[in-house]
């Protein structure tokens, strides 16, 4: 059974093309802003905390693209799984919502000049329809953090994630999987 699309609208396909054109700079600002804030020594390392700040770009891109239907339940998936390496970081619940909100910052700078040449009705619709996923990510990153913390008193083994022991490897996992299902569904849009 084939995916059913979507044909975006030019206010999105525009925003998508921006993205698309600014990744790569996108995830050093952020990873960079993310690195300088840990005071302690990472529990995760940058390659893969930059590894998972290009699958949540990757994924906000396609869901700028016909099958942004398709995309949205790996875009609460990879949040959550955001949520729960945030923990495995030794955040707090209120830095995994500040870690997300420092990439509206930087989309709100890199997208400015795209939104504002759009007419005025595409320009807020792009811009609601950027929040809401942001928001709607932020919401499921904190449900991922919250489910590891959980867990933890459950399990009453008292330490969030092994430093650089299982947690760094079922981030990893995780990971893997997130970008292989994005994967399929790149390559049936074709």
């Known amino acids: 059974m084939g995916l059913t699309s979507r044909p975006s609208s030019p ?8 993205l698309l054109s600014s990744r790569d700079r996108l995830i050093d600002l952020w990873a ?6 840990m005071s302690q020594v990472p529990t995760i390392d940058r390659p893969t905390i930059e590894r998972q700040l290009a699958l949540l770009i990757d994924i906000m891109i396609e869901m700028a693209g016909p099958l942004r239907r398709q995309v949205a339940e790996l875009w609460f998936n990879a949040c959550d799984a955001y949520g729960r390496t945030a923990a495995a970081r030794g955040l707090a619940a209120g830095e995994v919502v500040e870690e997300i909100q ?5 989309l709100i700078r890199d ?5 504002a040449a759009l007419p005025a009705r595409q320009s807020f619709a ?4 950027l929040n809401r996923l942001l ?18 008193l459950l399990n009453k083994r008292g330490v969030v994630l092994g430093a650089f022991g299982p947690g760094e490897t079922a981030v990893h996992k995780r990971l893997d999987q997130l970008e292989e299902e994005l994967a399929n ?6």
């Open 11 to 18: 206010a999105l396909a525009a925003v998508g093309r921006s």
């Open 32 to 37: 960079d802003w993310l690195m300088g804030r």
């Open 102 to 106: 420092h990439l509206r910052e930087l």
């Open 111 to 115: 997208l400015s000049d795209v939104i």
């Open 126 to 129: 792009a811009v609601l329809r």
């Open 135 to 152: 928001d709607r990510g932020i919401s499921h990153a904190v449900v991922g953090y919250t489910d590891v913390l959980v867990e933890t």
């Open 185 to 190: 569904l790149q390559r049936r849009r074709g």
